[in-house]
């Protein structure tokens, strides 16, 4: 299991490193600091969705690559219950436990999404209101805290990079991961409530969301080779972008 995976590497973890809060069912969400202590820092999130669970594998990737010219968080599985969930007995599960779709339960246009509903489910469920959810809530308290320069997330599927959110954001950095990996730069429309949308509407900070993998390939991935153009990732943009 991969909740499993990720809190060995946490034992083993010799540099800093912290529990950012828990999930529904108590699991800890851990976060991972890579580079310079000092400086500006970026968070960088993973395995939003339960069936994308094979991104936490790629935070570990990413991990043990480390970075240069900066410095900051990865947080390799932020829905631990809905990836438990997806590789058990529910392989297309998106949700959380609670059956609320953790990117759509960001303060930001909460409730306006084209395929956003209250009925809980696998997928598109905003809860109750915004950061309703353990795993949202954790995650919104770190990145005040954090105060980062960016934010990036990966998710699975489709090779396609997005970057701006209600007219706002800074295509320069998708540029950067398009060079990386090929992706196109897209925008998405009909969307609310993510986290990028959040930190680009509400903090007012650069945010990418990064669709690894072909979308020819069927949820769940997998096979951490699927997503191989993402390897490097991390550690150029972080070298580029931070300067």
């Not at 919104?140 to 954001?169: A, C, M, N, Q």
């Not at 945010?207 to 979308?215: F, K, L, M, R, V």
């Not at 069927?218 to 150029?236: D, E, F, N």
Request: charged share 25%; glycine share 12%; hydrophobic share 35%.
């Amino acid at each position: 299991m991969i909740y499993e995976e990720i809190s060995a590497f946490y034992k083993s973890y010799s540099q800093k490193k912290c529990v950012i809060g828990y999930s529904v069912h108590g699991r800890e969400i851990y976060a991972f600091h890579v580079g310079a202590d000092t400086g500006r820092q970026f968070i960088a999130v993973y395995a939003v969705h339960a069936r994308e669970w094979i991104t936490a594998r790629l935070a570990l990737r990413h991990i043990k690559k480390g970075v240069k010219g900066g410095g900051g968080w990865i947080i390799p599985l932020l829905n631990p219950d809905g990836a438990i969930l997806s590789q058990t007995t529910m392989p297309l599960w998106k949700a959380n436990a609670r059956g609320v779709d953790l990117n759509c339960n960001f303060d930001a246009d909460w409730g306006h999404g084209r395929l956003n509903t209250t009925r809980r489910g696998s997928e598109n469920c905003i809860g109750d209101n915004p950061f309703s959810e353990p795993e949202t809530i954790a995650l919104r308290d770190f990145t005040k805290r954090i105060r980062p320069y960016v934010t990036l997330s990966f998710h699975t599927k489709g090779e396609e990079i997005y970057w701006e959110y209600g007219g706002r954001g800074d295509i320069r950095g998708a540029e950067i991961i398009s060079k990386v990996t090929g992706y196109k730069v897209e925008r998405v429309y009909g969307s609310a409530g993510g986290y990028k949308d959040w930190c680009i509407l509400k903090l007012h900070i650069p945010a990418y969301t990064i669709e690894c993998g072909s979308d020819g390939l069927a949820h769940p991935i997998t096979k951490l080779k699927r997503l191989k153009r993402c390897y490097k990732l991390l550690k150029v943009f972080v070298d580029k972008y931070g300067k």
